[in-house]
């Protein structure tokens, strides 16, 4: 498990630097298409993670691998997708982010850090299986996405 989390660390970092190499030459329309499609990768896997919890069995390593992933995409550097000018503009639609995200960096690093934290906590106790702390877990990670939205995402 350790030889696990190193690799996903290593990972997060390099990607986090190639990350930031790449959004300091892309165009304000790259930037915000990579950002929605991880989003809805995100979405992806935290809809799988719900189904999961919500059947009748839960599977311990689907589950795993969903919160894997879940845990990836937050530790990826994506906060290099939201360089300056990625306020308006279109990626695979409209940008959904509030002007406010991008002149509130204390709050948006605090709301960052908190999803980062929840993410890898879901990450450990998704290996461990059980599916009570699984969904307890995913409910501060839902809170923690809810907290970004509810302050810096256009609503529908």
């Known amino acids: 498990m350790r030889k696990f989390i190193k690799t996903i660390i290593a990972a997060s970092t390099l990607a ?20 929605q499609s991880a989003y ?10 719900k189904a999961n919890l919500a059947s009748p069995q839960y599977n311990k390593d689907d589950g795993a691998k969903a919160a894997n992933t879940i845990a990836a995409i937050a ?13 308006k503009g279109k990626g695979w639609h409209d940008t959904k982010v509030k002007p406010e ?6 709050k ?5 850090v908190a999803f980062n934290k929840e993410a890898n906590e879901l990450a450990k106790v998704a290996a461990a299986g059980d599916a009570g702390a699984v969904k307890a877990q995913f409910g501060n990670l839902g809170k923690s996405c809810k ?7 256009i609503k529908d």
Request: aromatic fraction near 10%; proline fraction near 0%.
């Open 16 to 35: 986090a630097v190639a990350g930031a190499a790449c959004a300091e030459a892309a165009k304000s329309e790259d930037l915000i298409r990579w950002r």
């Open 40 to 49: 809805q990768v995100l979405n992806w896997n935290m809809e799988r993670l």
């Open 75 to 87: 530790n990826s550097g994506m906060g290099s997708l939201y360089a300056a000018g990625t306020d």
């Open 101 to 106: 995200f991008f002149t509130n960096g204390q």
């Open 108 to 112: 948006v690093g605090e709301l960052a």
């Open 147 to 153: 907290a970004c939205h509810d302050d810096f995402k």
